[in-house]
């Protein structure tokens, strides 16, 4: 039973109407500790179904679509394709699955929209893994994000896609073929004539378009009101996370533990078994 997921979605609002947000739900559904898993700006929550797999004998294990992707619903005005559009949503999926109090591991944006909620009075994170992002986001690492997402490429074949998802997504560090292709499965579909193209709205570049990042963004007063415990995982490679930042990280706020995963940029998948290890006994231990 803990080893296969359940499919749900939860409504949500935004000043521009209700849309719905979709998530995979690991282990027993009684369980009272929650972890919850958000991926990066363009990926979905079946990103994490290794790592789920690993943890649903100890949690309930919840992975939200975040939305304009996967299989939630698309957001009607472009520019709420935001953090704090996010972490409303996210405290209306926590009301949904009756959890008062969650472990958190966010990817890239799912650690941002972690952060923003830990930063708040009475945030209900008990812990907090922070995946390849914190409070100081290199423009550069923006950049190169800017020049495909939003993009909406097709695809003649899956193997297409692979090759497509491969190339933008080299930073992942070395995979197998069949992991690869799982990275490729859940962020395209297949279209009527056989072709693929990317599963999300297009349009969550908006805000990316219509910003002019020409430095980096620092987001210290975020993470300084930060309380509970704390693990920041880089891509020793990365370009979004600086190593510098890294370091200060684990000297101020909550005085983050840090780990490095060499041969990998932005942002580890935790798809591999050393990689899942590092998240569990953080989680885990005391």
Excluded at 137 to 159: T, W
């Amino acid at each position: 039973m803990t080893q296969e997921f359940r499919q749900h979605q939860v409504q949500c609002i935004t000043p521009s109407g209700l849309h719905q947000m979709a998530y995979t739900e690991w282990g027993d559904p009684a369980n009272r500790k929650v972890l919850v898993c958000v991926h990066g700006l363009s990926r979905c929550g079946r990103d994490f179904d290794e790592l789920a797999r690993a943890m649903a004998l100890e949690y309930r294990v919840v992975c939200p679509d975040v939305p304009g992707r996967g299989l939630s619903g698309w957001l009607k005005n472009p520019m709420e394709y935001q953090v704090q559009t996010y972490v409303a949503d996210m405290v209306t999926l926590l009301a949904r699955v009756n959890a008062d109090s969650v472990h958190w591991v966010g990817t890239s944006m799912g650690g941002l929209i972690g952060m923003t909620l830990a930063s708040l009075p009475d945030a209900p994170l008990q812990k907090l893994v922070l995946n390849d992002v914190g409070p100081v986001i290199a423009a550069a690492s923006l950049a190169r994000i800017g020049e495909y997402l939003g993009m909406s490429p097709q695809f003649p074949d899956f193997a297409a896609a692979v090759q497509y998802i491969r190339a933008v997504s080299a930073t992942f560090g070395a995979h197998s073929d069949a992991q690869w292709s799982f990275l490729t499965e859940h962020v395209t579909r297949k279209q009527p004539d056989g072709s693929y193209r990317m599963h999300y709205d297009p349009a969550i570049a908006v805000p990316f378009k219509v910003t002019k990042i020409d430095k980096d963004i620092e987001l210290w007063p975020y993470y300084d009101a930060i309380r509970c415990p704390t693990l920041v995982i880089r891509g020793a490679q990365s370009d979004l996370l600086k190593r510098e930042a890294l370091q200060e990280m684990s000297t101020r706020g909550p005085r983050a533990k840090v780990v490095e995963i060499p041969d990998v940029g932005h942002a580890p998948t935790l798809m591999h078994a050393g990689q899942i290890a590092i998240v569990r006994d953080f989680l885990l231990g005391g």
